[in-house]
Structures are given as structure tokens and as C-alpha cells.
């Protein structure tokens, strides 16, 4: 190890990047035009002092994502020990703890204290927090945010329905109609079904194969559940609407009626956002 590398423990003593102290003298008493020295004894010892780290903490941050990827790590293979991680970024301890924490909170990798950090799943828990304190962060006006996620929630699922539509086998529709009739029957029973309007809404996507969207849709809907569960809102006081509103996107599917499931689509999420509304004025 050379001169420049010391231990975390150390503490900088005003030196610059390329050993100079910040009124142009080194350690050794020359200047910044003094040129080069002769070399020392190599065994010599320098002063105690730690490491200048010109990088930032999202640099560092971008340098851990890229060895993951260079190495082609998976979800769950373990990283490289702090002492590795230190060596190779050439930085601090501290600064390696840094990152780790900062992209744990982004689900990049994953600590378990005992054991050692793993890279992390990557999903999009962050996302979901970040939109919930978003929306309850609006100073009273979270139906305002609320309504941006559905229209944003609806412009996806306008397009994504013309992608299924005429192409679901029977097989599919019928476990889409399936859930419809659950629904109408936890609705009679006076149960709410939340939980099947999600399940719908990700057997309508599986025929297309794309582990995204279930996830991304799915995180749309948790944030509205969450804002609702703190704002106190109730379920839908109205069970039949929703019912009938899923039952009218599974009768255009099944007639191959591109424009009419995306109409369908368009109304139930119209009456999602008015419901949101009057949950909010305290209406209903």
C-alpha cells in the first residue's frame, strides 16, 4: 500500500490532492514548482492522516451500482466485504457505509447485520413511499396529487388494455370473469374487495409477459390504499357500480371490442377519482 492510502481512523491534516498543503508546501517542506523529489526510503512512514476522497456520496453510490452490474450479481449473491469495497473504490469505511445505506433505502442491495450486505430485489417499494408522502404532503390538497396518480394509472391501462384486447384465449376471460363474480359476492355480503380489484386488474396484463407491469400498476394501487387508509376514507359505499364497471371491460373483451374495453377502462377510473373527490369534501 502507498503513501497515499491510510487507515479510516486517521484525520486529514489540510493536504490536497496531489500532497500539498494548501499554502504550497508538502510534508517535506517543498513547493508546488519544486518538481518531483527524489524518491525516499520506501519504508518510510508518513504522518498520520486520511484519505482526501474528491468523490461525493452518490458518486460512490454509482460505483457500487456499477460493479454490481460489471459482475453480473443477481438479486440475493452476496457483494464484496467493506475492506474489499474500500480497496477497490479507494475510499473510506465510512464512506463504503454511506452508500450501502443510501441505496439500501433504494432496495439496490440489502444489509443483514451479522451476515454480511446482498444485492437487493430493486423493487419499487421506494417508489411507492415517495408517491404516498407526495400526495400526503399537500397541504390538504392530496386529492389533487391523488387525482394526477389515476390519470397517470389510466393513460397505462387505456393503452395496455388495447395491447390484451382480442387477444385473451377463453381460458383468460373466464378467470377474469371469475373475479367479477367474487366480487359480486363479497359485495353482497357487505365485505369489502379491494384485494380483488387488484387480482383483476393483473390477470387482465399476465398475457402479456411483462414482469413490469404488474408491479409498477401495483404500486399505483397501494399508494391510493394507503392515502385512503390515513385520510380515513371509506370503502365504496356503491359495490354494484364497481362490479358492474368490471363486468362491462370483460363483455367488450370478450366481443374483441378494442374501442369499447378502452371506454370501460376510461369509466371506471373516472368513477375511482369523483369517489376520491367526495371522500374528500366528506361526501358520501
Do not use: C
Not at 404516498?132 to 397505462?156: K, P, S
Not at 354494484?240 to 370483460?250: A, E, M, N, Q
Request: net charge negative; no cysteine.
Amino acid at each position: 500500500m502507498s503513501e497515499r492510502r491510510v487507515s479510516d481512523d486517521s484525520r486529514n491534516d489540510g493536504l490536497s490532492d496531489d500532497g500539498l498543503s494548501d499554502d504550497g508546501l508538502s510534508n517535506d517542506g517543498r513547493t508546488k514548482d519544486d518538481g518531483p523529489r527524489s524518491a525516499g526510503p520506501r519504508n518510510s512512514v508518513p504522518r498520520p492522516r486520511s484519505v482526501r476522497e474528491p468523490r461525493v456520496s452518490s458518486q460512490i453510490q454509482r460505483e457500487v451500482v456499477q460493479l454490481i452490474l460489471d459482475r453480473r450479481l443477481r438479486a440475493g449473491a452476496p457483494l464484496p466485504t467493506e475492506a474489499e469495497l474500500m480497496e477497490s473504490l479507494g475510499v473510506s469505511r465510512n464512506s463504503v457505509r454511506e452508500a450501502l445505506k443510501a441505496l439500501q433505502a433504494l432496495d439496490i442491495v440489502e444489509i443483514r447485520h451479522g451476515y454480511g450486505t446482498y444485492v437487493g430485489e430493486a423493487s419499487l417499494t421506494p417508489l411507492v413511499d415517495g408517491l404516498t408522502f407526495r400526495t400526503l404532503a399537500q397541504q390538504g390538497d392530496d386529492t389533487g396529487a391523488l387525482t394526477e396518480i389515476l390519470q397517470i394509472r389510466e393513460v397505462l391501462e387505456e393503452g395496455l388494455v388495447r395491447r390484451v384486447a382480442g387477444t385473451l384465449s377463453d381460458a383468460e376471460l373466464a378467470r377474469l370473469e371469475a373475479v367479477v363474480e367474487r366480487m359480486e359476492e363479497a359485495g353482497r355480503a357487505g365485505r369489502p374487495f379491494p384485494e380483488l380489484d387488484r387480482e383483476f386488474h393483473e390477470l387482465l396484463y399476465a398475457s402479456l409477459g411483462n414482469a413490469l407491469v404488474p408491479q409498477l400498476l401495483g404500486a399505483f394501487w397501494t399508494v391510493f390504499r394507503r392515502v385512503a387508509g390515513v385520510r380515513g376514507w371509506t370503502d365504496d359505499p356503491t359495490p354494484d357500480v364497481t362490479v358492474r364497471r368490471h363486468r362491462d371491460i370483460v363483455i367488450a373483451l370478450r366481443a374483441g371490442d378494442v374501442e369499447g374495453a378502452q371506454k370501460a377502462m376510461a369509466d371506471h377510473f373516472r368513477g375511482i377519482e369523483a369517489r376520491a373527490a367526495q371522500e374528500s369534501r366528506g361526501v358520501g
